[in-house]
């Protein structure tokens, strides 16, 4: 942080006026008195402190050009760590703004919020806050003539949900360690209450919300103001797609056309989502991928996953998108394989498993194939990473491919597992953007951030309950990062 910048936060903490708590830590928390969303919406922990007071702003001299800027702040009602800001100004030609905010006693990393100007009153959401602390927050306006810079402004967050974990995060490498946020659930119903939750680089918990029977993947939309979370929905008895916004006003519960979605989907351009169907009620059915747009249109990209590959059951279990070629990977645990198929639903490849559809797009994988497999990456550079969960018992293990499309081939670059801790069910791994990989032991509750070498850099754990799917974000802004 610049000594300018901390300076003008501390001004914030004399000058700015904003709510308090009665909570005098981020422990615990009781209900909020406010209202949630839509019927069915977010109450999980929405905790006893409700909006902040308004501030009046004062003209910005921070900046290269001076203005007026005038704020208001408030928090969710529904999840309290979440700041929502209004404001105007008098900057003439304005063309991009931004709210940078971080912790009132400069103890933490600055965050931005970029703001969108198509908002009434620039309505713009602070996301990424710990419960129960001090924040302060500046408004940048940027226009041909210059940025001005307001004056800083406090506002203090509620308390976290009773409904959440106690997490424990060790950090054993704090050098190497890639701080961001963790998009998460709880996965397992009967342990605790079904949850949704996002936590920042040192395991506190900034966002969450109620979810699903035994969720197992949460995803923020690809404009960064929703989340999305499905149900496992393994035994294709009845599932649940749910969208709640990310102030939590709003949720959409039992998603229509979405109740056979199981086990994972993907975020898509133009904030909608791509999801797995089971295609009748048998366990281990026929499977199609369909598309949700942003206004509910449906649309069949596979009608049926047996034009893919060849099974005598069908399981899959985990999709992403890439938009740096319009297509996705989809994992399949019953024959063990991956495949790679265009936005159209065409084949591109078939990594692992046997009897290709094509074997011209078939990859040989040297040393022999794995048994089950889950979350996956396909990398830039034509890796593809994975969580291999191995037999009943273990081990399961992290294994990385170097994927040769020009003699198809695939061959292992990279492995890592810990004795004693599987995953029969889900499991995650990801390539984090300082070179790490987070892998995510989803059944023994525990995602372990290390170092090409294998060193355990972080571990984050529950006091209870298992973790689903797992996602590492350096922001709660913009599209996802996989």
């Given amino acids: 942080m610049t000594g300018r910048l901390r300076s003008l936060l501390l001004f914030g903490l004399l000058a700015g006026c904003g709510s308090t708590s009665n909570r005098p830590d981020a422990a615990g928390g009781g209900r909020a008195d406010g209202a949630a969303g839509d019927a069915g919406g977010p109450t999980a922990g929405a905790s006893g402190a409700g909006g902040a007071a308004g501030m009046a702003g004062t003209a910005g ?9 005038n704020a208001q702040s408030s928090l ?15 900057l003439p030609g304005m063309s991009s703004a931004q709210i ?6 400069g103890s933490g990393p600055m965050m931005v919020a970029p703001v969108d100007l198509t908002q009434p009153a620039y309505r713009t959401l602070l996301l990424g806050m710990k419960a129960s602390r001090a924040y302060s927050f500046q408004i940048v306006a940027n226009a041909s003539s210059g940025a001005c810079t307001s004056q800083s402004f406090t506002l ?5 949900s009773t409904d959440l974990p106690a997490l424990t995060m060790q950090v054993t490498n704090a050098a190497a360690h890639d701080r961001g946020f963790i998009v998460t659930s709880s996965a397992s119903s009967g342990l605790l209450p079904n949850i949704a939750y996002i936590l920042d680089a040192d395991g506190d918990p ?3 919300a109620p979810a699903p029977a035994s969720p197992s993947r949460a995803h ?3 404009n960064g103001d929703a989340m999305w979370i499905v149900a496992l929905n393994v035994e294709n008895a009845g599932g649940e797609m749910r969208q709640i916004s990310m102030d939590g006003s709003m949720a959409q519960n039992n998603i229509a056309g979405l109740a056979s979605a199981h086990h994972d989907f993907t975020p898509i351009p133009g904030d909608g989502i791509a999801a797995m169907l089971w295609n009748t009620s048998a366990t281990n059915a026929p499977n199609s991928l369909v598309e949700r747009s942003s206004d509910g249109t449906m649309t069949t990209i596979v009608s049926d996953f047996s034009s893919l590959y060849n099974s005598p059951t069908f399981h899959p279990n985990a999709i992403h998108y890439y938009p740096s070629d319009d297509t996705y990977t989809i994992s399949d645990r019953d024959p063990n394989l ?3 198929i265009t936005r159209a639903g065409a084949l591109i490849w078939q990594f692992g498993g046997t009897n290709p559809k094509d074997p011209s797009k078939f990859f040989t994988v040297a040393g022999g194939t794995w048994q089950i497999n889950h979350g996956h990456q396909l990398l830039d550079d034509g890796h593809f990473l994975f969580f291999n969960n191995g037999p009943p018992g273990g081990p399961s293990i992290a294994r990385e491919y170097q994927l040769d499309t020009t003699t198809w081939t695939a061959s292992s670059v990279w492995t890592y597992q810990v004795s ?6 889900l499991g995650d791994a990801q390539r984090l953007p300082n070179g790490n990989t987070l892998v995510t032991f989803s059944t023994s509750g525990q995602i372990q951030e290390v170092d090409p070498a294998g060193n355990v850099v972080m571990t984050v754990k529950p006091s209870s309950s298992s973790f689903g799917y797992a996602d590492f974000r350096e922001s709660l802004y913009g599209q996802p990062p996989r």
């Fill in 420 to 425: 004693g801790v599987t995953s029969t069910v």
């Fill in 61 to 69: 001299t921070a900046g290269s050009i001076a203005c007026t800027i």
């Fill in 220 to 222: 923020m939309s690809w």
């Fill in 156 to 160: 203090t967050t509620g308390p976290v």
């Fill in 206 to 208: 900034v966002w969450w």
């Fill in 100 to 105: 940078q905010f971080g912790l009132a006693d």
């Fill in 338 to 340: 991956f495949v790679k």
């Fill in 76 to 90: 969710s009602t529904t999840i309290p760590t979440v700041g929502i800001v209004t404001w105007t100004t008098d």
